[in-house]
């Protein structure tokens, strides 16, 4: 749980008040000028009513500028930032054609796969050649090349399950694949932090849906046992299955899912588990199988494992990987296998070869490099975070690593200021995080050398201290360093 | 709680057996789909075999169009495969496409099947009423599903049918006005060929106020003079759809 500081947290209700008077006070004028010119709706009704786009009016139009920032190069460690204008106070951005370079904090490229690559590039193009973009058709109805069968049977091989089946988008894996596994009468429960994908695939369902507290176990053994015993809403009818859904890393958090003791909760009570490995495959364990690997989780344990391969792969598309029935199950049933179109056969060549880079089947030692490197540049930048003073959320060895932003305010200065100093940073507010949770998000990447890394902790210490975001005293560096002169 | 309550409980947990995780399977179940050898184009290669594809959604046959392979390999060569925020490509894509098209704007998103999907709940909230063909595509269901909102389908491609569905909600609900009301429909319906008339559609949404939302997937660079979908078939003007996605896997091979 994050402990939001009491006049922080004054201070940012404060500025929500703020922000919310003068957007009724705009509204108000808004109205009246509306009001008095002639009403064009013909009849029909207007697409937002109310209040139910005032957060996107007045709120985030303001700051606008701080998110979906297009570049135009690869998203490698150092990336074009391309600069945009507006003539109406944010409103509309028109993009310039001037680019500022900028040190890259911001994109899930864990391993560096993201830009061209001396193994996988190739490989890929050499797939486009063969098999066009596209196949045009779905798994089923001939959108299956020789490709695509390599790609399950390798991925299998890779997260140590005996089978897999390959979607042509991460986001789509989780929301089509959970109304498949469980319906009507079973339960879901879910970690009160997961993704959006996995909260719209639950409600698809049609399944119940109960939430236990982030990554907290003794807490999901509260909710089974009691859900248990209750069985179904109104007729207590036993459920048919029960369904408890986790992530490896959390995106927003950084955090490492407590999977050891969650599998054991769920071994007792006879839950099935699902694992979402977004951003943990490829990022952590000794060789890249992500949060199994890395917590000596044996895989059998975990029923249904998923991830994606737009992060740590470079390339796009999800995966689910699970026993060899479930997933004949699945190529049968699942509506993203028979209806989508299959995954881009360059796309499926990018991941097959990085697989083969990351297990050093490509010949070198470059994917145990990589590897090694992330887990340095991980710990070395979250914990030179903490001795400034930041407020930084997440474990070691995480690549992801939030550092609590607050005020409304602050969200688009620690952006600016970054990026006017040319760093590139992400950050994150309402509805992504709770209204007064606010941060800004680093992600490290393996392709980031050591200077990079401490040009960049420069930049976020001097921003830092104009935004006023080291919530916490930075250690003593200076004065310990004097007490050993004096010694 | 009492200690016996608790003892309940554990033997409640104890008793519960759950049911497998999925069904048993069946032999239908069991059957592989071909596996094509080369690319999907019009001549493929199953088990060494050459074989003629008709499977293949590739309308204007782009699958192997040297120009599209070069662009495509030098757009390798600089970006990458995987994308990780918005590009200038992307940018420079969606305003093609809205030109193309002939509207203001236009979003593009990273797969076809997830377009309605997600444009279907951003749009509607709790209490509006969707009118929907009972023919469209699974991307849609579902997308309606999670709109939350009151959804009433017509039969299949019958105006007569849309036209008594949207006089009933008209006139049986008094605050009609209020709501936001929508048309959903697909311009060629991929579950059964056939084409929607949206001259007809057109004429139905102007009289009772409805939204229209039309998916073109199958349309998009197919029909028309010059590919630019239903709207130009018919010689409608686009601005009198509110909403159209199309999935650019089938015609534009992507």
Request: proline share 5%.
């Given at each position: 749980?994050?402990?939001?500081?009491y006049l922080t947290a004054?201070t940012?209700?404060f500025s929500?008040?703020?922000l919310f008077?003068?957007?009724?006070i705009?509204?108000l004028?808004?109205?009246?000028i509306?009001?008095s010119?002639?009403n064009?709706?013909?009849g029909?009704?207007?697409?937002?009513?109310?209040?139910?786009d005032?957060?996107?009016r007045?709120?985030?139009?303001r700051?606008?500028d701080c998110?979906?920032r297009p570049?135009?190069?690869a998203?490698?460690a150092?990336f074009d930032?391309?600069?945009?204008?507006?003539?109406?106070?944010?409103?509309?951005l028109?993009r310039?054609t001037?680019?500022n370079?900028c040190?890259?904090?911001g994109?899930?490229?864990?391993l560096g796969f993201a830009?061209?690559?001396?193994?996988c590039?190739?490989r890929a193009?050499?797939?486009l050649?063969?098999?066009?973009?596209?196949t045009?058709?779905?798994?089923?109805d001939?959108?299956?090349t020789v490709l695509?069968?390599e790609?399950?049977?390798s991925?299998?091989k890779?997260?140590g399950?005996?089978?897999?089946i390959?979607?042509?988008?991460?986001?789509?894996?989780?929301?089509?694949?959970?109304?498949?596994?469980?319906?009507?009468?079973?339960?879901i429960?879910?970690d009160?932090?997961?993704h959006n994908?996995?909260?719209n695939?639950?409600?698809?369902?049609?399944?119940?849906?109960r939430?236990f507290?982030?990554?907290?176990?003794?807490h999901l053994?509260?909710v089974l046992r009691?859900?248990?015993?209750?069985?179904?809403?109104?007729t207590?009818?036993?459920w048919?299955k029960?369904?408890?859904?986790?992530?490896?890393?959390?995106?927003?958090?950084?955090e490492?899912?407590?999977?050891?003791?969650?599998?054991a909760?769920?071994?007792?009570?006879?839950a099935y588990?699902y694992?979402d490995e977004a951003?943990?495959?490829?990022?952590?364990?000794?060789?890249?199988r992500?949060?199994c690997?890395?917590l000596?989780?044996?895989?059998?344990?975990?029923?249904?494992?998923?991830?994606?391969?737009?992060k740590?792969?470079?390339?796009?598309?999800?995966?689910?990987?699970g026993?060899k029935e479930?997933?004949q199950y699945?190529?049968?049933?699942?509506?993203?296998?028979?209806y989508?179109?299959s995954?881009?056969p360059?796309?499926?060549?990018?991941i097959?070869?990085?697989?083969?880079?990351?297990?050093?089947?490509?010949?070198s030692?470059?994917?145990?490099?990589k590897?090694?490197q992330?887990?340095?540049?991980?710990?070395?930048f979250?914990?030179e975070?903490?001795?400034?003073?930041?407020?930084?959320l997440?474990?070691?060895d995480s690549?992801?690593?939030?550092?609590?932003?607050?005020n409304?305010?602050?969200?688009?200065?620690?952006s600016r200021?970054?990026?006017?100093?040319?760093?590139?940073?992400?950050?994150?507010?309402?509805p992504?995080?709770p209204l007064?949770?606010?941060?800004?998000?680093?992600?490290?990447?393996a392709?980031?050398?050591?200077?990079d890394?401490?040009?960049g902790l420069?930049?976020i210490s001097?921003?830092g201290?104009l935004?006023g975001i080291?919530?916490f005293?930075?250690?003593?560096k200076?004065?310990e360093?004097?007490?050993?002169k004096?010694? | 709680m009492t200690?016996e309550?608790?003892?309940e409980?554990?033997e409640?947990?104890d008793?519960w057996?759950?049911e497998?995780?999925?069904p048993?399977?069946?032999?239908?179940i069991?059957?592989?789909?071909?596996?094509?050898?080369?690319?999907s184009g019009?001549q493929?290669?199953?088990?060494g075999k050459?074989v003629v594809?008709?499977?293949?959604?590739?309308?204007?046959?782009?699958?192997?169009?040297e120009?599209?392979?070069e662009s495509c390999t030098s757009?390798l060569e600089?970006?990458?495969?995987g994308s990780c925020?918005?590009?200038?490509?992307h940018?420079?894509?969606?305003?093609?496409i809205?030109k193309f098209?002939?509207?203001p704007d236009?979003i593009?998103y990273?797969?076809?099947?997830?377009?309605?999907?997600s444009a279907i709940?951003?749009f509607?909230k709790?209490g509006?009423?969707?009118v929907?063909d009972e023919?469209?595509?699974?991307?849609?269901q579902n997308g309606l599903?999670l709109s939350r909102?009151?959804i009433?389908?017509?039969?299949?491609?019958?105006m007569e049918?849309l036209q008594?569905?949207?006089?009933?909600i008209?006139?049986d609900?008094?605050?009609?006005k209020k709501?936001r009301?929508?048309?959903v429909?697909?311009a060629?319906?991929q579950?059964s060929?056939?084409?929607a008339p949206?001259d007809?559609?057109?004429?139905?949404?102007?009289?009772?106020?409805f939204?229209?939302l039309?998916?073109?997937?199958n349309?998009?660079g197919v029909?028309g003079?010059s590919?630019?979908?239903?709207?130009?078939?018919?010689?409608v003007p686009?601005e009198?759809?509110d909403?159209?996605?199309?999935?650019m896997?089938?015609a534009?091979a992507t």
């Open positions: 749980m994050i402990a939001i500081p004054l940012t209700y929500y008040g703020l008077a003068f957007g009724q705009r509204d004028f808004r109205k009246i509306d009001w010119r002639a064009n709706l013909q029909y009704a207007p697409i937002c009513l109310g209040l139910e005032f957060y996107t007045r709120l985030y139009l700051i606008q998110f979906g570049i135009s190069s998203p490698d150092w930032v391309v600069e945009r204008y507006s003539n109406d106070n944010n409103k509309t028109k310039t001037k680019i370079r040190l890259n904090l994109s899930y490229n864990y830009a061209a690559d001396e193994y590039t190739p193009i050499e797939a050649k063969k098999y066009s973009p596209s045009c058709s779905s798994r089923v001939g959108g299956t695509h069968n790609l399950e049977k991925v299998a890779f997260v399950k005996p089978a897999a390959v979607l042509g988008m991460g986001y789509v894996t989780n929301s089509a694949i959970l109304p498949v596994l469980i319906g009507k009468g079973g339960l429960i879910s009160s932090l997961n994908s996995i909260v695939g639950a409600r698809g369902s049609g399944a119940t849906i939430v507290q982030h990554n907290t176990p003794s053994e509260e009691e859900h248990i015993a209750e069985g179904q809403p109104r207590h009818r036993p048919k029960i369904l408890v859904i986790v992530e490896g890393i959390y995106s927003m958090e950084g490492l899912c407590k999977l050891p003791e969650i599998i909760v769920c071994k007792k009570y006879k588990t694992l951003h943990s495959i490829g990022a952590v364990g000794k060789t890249g992500g949060v690997e890395l000596g989780v044996d895989t059998a344990d975990v029923d249904i494992m998923m991830g994606t391969f737009t740590s792969f470079g390339s796009c598309g999800g995966y689910i990987a026993s479930l997933i699945l190529k049968y049933t699942c509506p993203a296998h028979l989508a179109t995954i881009s360059p796309a499926a060549e990018q097959i070869s990085a697989i083969k880079v990351i297990l050093g089947e490509d010949g030692s470059r994917g145990a490099q590897l090694a992330i887990r340095k540049n991980s710990n070395f979250r914990s975070l903490q001795k400034m003073g930041f407020e930084v997440g474990d070691n690549p992801v690593m939030p550092i609590m932003l607050y409304p305010a602050k969200i688009p200065a620690f200021e970054c990026l006017k100093q040319n760093v590139a940073v992400v950050t994150v507010a309402f992504a995080t007064l949770l606010a941060r800004a998000r680093i992600c490290i990447s392709s980031h050398t050591k200077e890394l401490i040009k420069e930049v001097r921003v201290d935004v080291k919530y005293p930075a250690e003593p200076k004065q360093e004097r007490m050993v004096l010694d | 200690m309550s608790l003892k409980i554990d409640l947990c008793e057996v759950p497998s995780l999925i048993p399977l069946t032999e239908e069991r059957c592989e789909p071909p596996v094509l050898e080369s690319a019009p493929t290669v199953i088990n050459e594809n008709f499977a293949s959604a590739n309308y204007l046959g782009l699958i192997g169009h120009k599209l392979l757009a600089k970006y990458g495969v925020g918005p590009r200038d490509v940018l420079d894509c969606e305003s093609r809205a098209l002939g509207t236009s593009l990273s797969y076809g099947l997830s377009t309605m999907f709940p951003a509607r709790e509006d009423v969707i929907v023919g469209v595509h699974w991307g849609i599903y909102s009151t009433v389908y017509f039969k299949h491609n019958d049918s008594s569905t949207l006089e009933k008209t006139l609900n008094k605050r009609a709501l009301r929508y048309i429909v697909e060629v319906y579950n060929g056939q084409v949206l007809e559609i057109i004429r139905l949404k102007e009289k009772y106020h939204c229209v039309l998916d073109e997937s349309s998009f029909l003079r590919g630019r979908g239903l709207t130009e078939y018919y010689g686009v009198k759809i909403v159209i996605t199309a999935a896997g089938y534009l």
